[in-house]
């Protein structure tokens, strides 16, 4: 009981507001694509918010805790990454899990559906894991190649190998389309 009341008083709490602020700043700012991550990579809707909270309750406990995070955007990202991974680890032995995986491998569409703008989102959801995270990434999270290499676990150069690739994957897609319209 004691421990309970030394470890109240020691607490500061001007510096939880500010700490929620940087929190709450990074919610606002990144909270979407983290969101987005974690569809991108296979989780539901209620799986990526939950990734999203995960996400930053630990931010917010490594902060609390007085832990130096050199970049924060990265960190969260790989901490998101790694939540959804684990997920998948877990989910493999229920039979949903696979059904939804598999219904990403459907055949592309004849055409490309046209509201306001084009999406290449559906076309990158058909990549291999790797190819996938890494563009959505790079170019929906702006996140640099040292940035993805890190939430991904691996070389800067790797990452820009996997966009590479990824690129080259779908110039094939729209390639083989071409093809097929003449």
Not at 61 to 81: K, M, N, P, Q, S
């Amino acid at each position: 009981m004691q421990v309970a009341q030394d470890l109240v008083s020691a607490f500061d709490p001007a510096s939880t507001d500010a700490l929620e602020g940087r929190i709450a700043d990074l919610y606002e700012r990144r909270g979407r694509e983290l969101w987005g991550l974690a569809r991108r990579l296979g989780a539901s809707d209620e799986q990526a918010a939950d990734v999203v909270q995960e996400a930053h309750l630990r931010l917010w406990h490594e902060l609390h805790r007085g832990a130096a995070i050199a970049d924060i955007d990265a960190w969260t990202f790989r901490v998101a990454y790694r939540l959804v991974m684990d997920q998948h680890r877990l989910g493999r032995r229920v039979q949903g899990i696979v059904t939804r995986l598999t219904s990403l491998r459907q055949e592309p569409p004849t055409a490309i559906a046209v509201d306001d703008e084009m999406s290449l989102w559906p076309y990158v959801d058909r990549l291999p894991a790797r190819e996938r995270t890494t563009l959505y990434l790079h170019y929906r999270a702006d996140l640099t190649f040292e940035q993805v290499g890190h939430v991904m676990g691996v070389a800067p150069g790797t990452a820009r190998t996997y966009a590479s690739r990824g690129v080259e994957r779908l110039r094939g897609m729209f390639a083989d389309q071409g093809e097929v319209a003449r």
